[in-house]
Every structure is written in structure tokens, then in C-alpha cells.
């Protein structure tokens, strides 16, 4: 980051002015690991982190070395998502927070994605046997009762089950893939 700003210092410097540092700015949708780059540049944890949008509240100014300053900000959303594919994968991510969405509906549309595009990590993840139902509730009975996400009766927690599932897909543990149309 140093050899980036100095160019410009040198440029300052050269016209006889006091370079003052650098500024730059770290932008982009909630949830994606701004302030964890602060801190891999800065070698610390000085920007408070968490796994969930929201953490950075409000603006600040980090000084990275002599020349540099980043300024921090909270996650940018478009103020109304009208694209119900963009929506999906914002939630699906973490990029907005889970009070926010009809849970159970984006994970049944997420088990169909998965089903769809990546049947084997699904079956193999959650010890399903092919074919899958195309029916969702189905697929996530048969993961609740696999994961013993049962409730007195044998009756399926699906609440518990979808957290389980979008934990495990946040967390990398379904491997690497996009939500994105190819």
C-alpha cells in the first residue's frame, strides 16, 4: 500500500509542497470483509469485525503507515432491490441481515438452487441418497432428520434446519461456488 501512495508523494514533494498522506476509500455491500482487509493490512485487529452485516456503523478514518489513510465504511445497498435473483443472493450471503427476508422461502429456493446445480455436494454434505425431490420441504425433511433437527413427535425443526444450511453454506462448508447465472 506504501509503494501505491508513493508516486504521488513523491510528486508532492518534488513540487516543494508537504505531502500529507494518502486517501482512499474501502466501499462495497454489507457483509463482504472491509474491515477484515483494514486489518490485514494494518497486521491487527483494530476495525471490530464480525461475521454478520452491520458491524461498521458510521465512517472512519484508518492511518495504514506513514502515507496512507483508509477510510472505513458500513456496507452500501441499493435503496430498493427490485431484482427478486439479486435479492435472493444478497440474502443467501449475509449481506442483509436474516430479520429482514421470509427465511423459510429463500432457503427452499436455495435447496432447489443447490439440487439444480449441485446435486452431488448436497447429497454428499447431507448424506442424501439421488435421485432429490424436486420438492424442497422434502429435501429439508430428509436433512432435518438426518441432522436430528427433530421436535417431540419426530416432527422437523425447519427453522433449525435452514439455519443449519445457510451457517454451513456462509461458513464454506458446501464448497466453493456461485449463485450467479453462467
Do not use: H
Not at 494494518?42 to 469485525?49: E, F, H, P, S
Request: aromatic residues 6%; charged residues 30%; hydrophobic residues 40%.
Amino acid at each position: 500500500m506504501e509503494q501505491a501512495a508513493s508516486p504521488k508523494i513523491e510528486k508532492l514533494k518534488a513540487k516543494g509542497l508537504n505531502p500529507r498522506a494518502v486517501r482512499a476509500m474501502i466501499l462495497g455491500i454489507p457483509n463482504v470483509g472491509k474491515s477484515s482487509l483494514i486489518n490485514r493490512l494494518l497486521g491487527n485487529a483494530v476495525v471490530k469485525t464480525a461475521d454478520k452485516p452491520g458491524v461498521t456503523r458510521g465512517k472512519q478514518w484508518i492511518k495504514i503507515g506513514r502515507n496512507l489513510e483508509l477510510l472505513d465504511t458500513p456496507g452500501v445497498l441499493w435503496p430498493k432491490l427490485d431484482d427478486p435473483d439479486v435479492a435472493f443472493n444478497l440474502a443467501v450471503t449475509g449481506a442483509i441481515n436474516d430479520e429482514v427476508y421470509d427465511m423459510e422461502k429463500v432457503i427452499a429456493k436455495f435447496v432447489l438452487y443447490l439440487r439444480e446445480n449441485y446435486g452431488s455436494r448436497l447429497t454428499e454434505r447431507y448424506n442424501l441418497k439421488e435421485p432429490l425431490s424436486d420438492d424442497s420441504t422434502e429435501i429439508l425433511t430428509l436433512i432435518g432428520a438426518k441432522r436430528g433437527c427433530l421436535r417431540s413427535g419426530g416432527v422437523v425443526d425447519y427453522e433449525k434446519v435452514n439455519r443449519i444450511i445457510l451457517n454451513e453454506f456462509r461458513n464454506g462448508k458446501l464448497g466453493p461456488f456461485t449463485l450467479d447465472k453462467l
